[in-house]
């Protein structure tokens, strides 16, 4: 399982960013893809989930603002998650991590690098 983000980077109080992982290596009907976030000096927190059967789940902070999809490649050999973050505050400032876990587990064993999402005040 290979997850490699790209998007991020630096915007204004208010503004909207997308930030994208492509999957490889996994079934997207077995595993559930997620979005986590690491602000300077806090823990990790989950921010988004997206089911194999399309359901989503999205931590308070990010609900009504955060968006998660998935576009299923036709091969199922690459597939995209993305997180459209819209109305940015100053502190959902972090490092945006993609992550993946089966659906038969409650461990994330797979995450990407992650990427850097600044929102200036």
């Known amino acids: 399982v290979q997850l490699v983000e790209s998007g991020g980077g630096l915007v204004q109080f208010g503004g909207s960013l997308r930030v994208s992982c492509v999957a490889s290596?996994?079934?997207?009907?077995?595993?559930?893809l997620g979005w986590h976030r690491q602000a300077p000096g806090k823990e990790r927190e989950l921010v988004a989930v997206?089911?194999?059967?399309?359901?989503?789940?999205?931590?308070?902070s990010a609900k009504g603002r955060f968006t998660i999809s998935r576009d299923s490649a036709r091969d199922n050999v690459k597939n995209t998650v993305a997180l459209q973050m819209n109305s940015l505050k100053p502190e959902d400032t972090a490092v945006y991590y993609c992550?993946?876990?089966?659906?038969?587990?409650?461990?994330?064993?797979?995450w990407g690098r992650g990427i850097q999402v600044t929102v200036s005040s």
């Open positions: 992550a993946a876990r089966h659906r038969a587990s409650n461990s994330w064993n797979s």
């Open positions: 290596g996994l079934a997207l009907t077995n595993y559930v």
């Open positions: 997206r089911s194999a059967d399309g359901s989503t789940w999205y931590a308070d």
